[in-house]
């Protein structure tokens, strides 16, 4: 157990639709990067959060937003959801002087 | 465009025998290389990493080789065990720690 946190665990949507995902660090750590992980495929990098700023941006739509909170922790928010972005979501922790990131269970959304 | 590729995409491995998986990446910005172990509903864990200045890291059963120059590197797996059944990520990260994985491969060990 890596101690990052994440809900919820399942999360069922429909096209169109808002959702919101939850990540809590481990703690003292103050990086959270967000991955989207589809079925059978490596996770890719959607954006990095540190104090409260975003630090880095993959290769994915403005859709896709996030923020960090004082307490390190962040949520993921993607609106208009489409049939494509049906995936686990990772979110992982780390301390901004180490490259070590420690990975949640994941939120598995499905949307239809 | 995929910034590390990962290859085989599966193996089967006898209890006792070796897994290799082998990773090559492109850019020259990377500069710290984990490998990460993911069961079906978990997330991805930190199995090991190594730095582009050493060329082989061995912690327990596995063991990481680094070619800089080849921009290769490889994970083995030694003695393989039926726990050992899992999926495997390569990955490279920048001095920010963002990860770049590579597609996965699938370790089946039988008994």
């Known amino acids: 157990e890596t101690g990052v946190t994440q809900s919820p665990t399942h999360l069922i949507k429909t096209r169109g639709q808002q959702v919101t995902l939850r990540c809590s660090s481990q703690s003292g750590h103050n990086t959270v990067s967000w991955y989207q992980q589809a079925l059978g495929q490596g996770p890719q990098f959607i954006f990095q959060?540190?104090?409260?700023?975003?630090?880095g941006r993959g290769n994915f739509p403005p859709r896709f937003s996030g923020l960090q909170f004082p307490n390190y922790s962040s949520e993921l928010n993607v609106n208009a959801l489409e049939l494509d972005d049906s995936a686990l979501y990772l979110c992982a922790s780390s301390l901004r002087t180490e490259e070590t990131q420690y990975f949640g269970p994941g939120t598995r959304l499905l949307v239809l | 465009q995929q910034q590390v590729k990962q290859s085989p995409q599966s193996l089967i491995v006898q209890k006792g025998g070796i897994s290799i998986i082998n990773c090559a990446y492109e850019?020259?910005?990377?500069?710290?290389f984990p490998w990460y172990q993911q069961f079906p509903g978990k997330g991805p864990a930190l199995l090991i990493a190594?730095?582009?200045?050493?060329s082989e890291k061995k912690e327990g059963r596995f063991t990481i080789s680094f070619n800089k120059s080849a921009k290769q590197f490889s994970l083995h797996i030694m003695d393989s065990q039926p726990g050992d059944s899992a999926t495997y990520f390569c990955?490279?990260?920048?001095?920010?720690?963002?990860?770049?994985f590579g597609a996965g491969t699938q370790v089946v060990v039988t008994p």
């Open positions: 990955a490279a990260a920048d001095s920010w720690g963002k990860l770049q």
């Open positions: 850019n020259t910005a990377f500069d710290y």
């Open positions: 959060y540190y104090r409260e700023e975003e630090n």
């Open positions: 190594i730095r582009p200045d050493v």
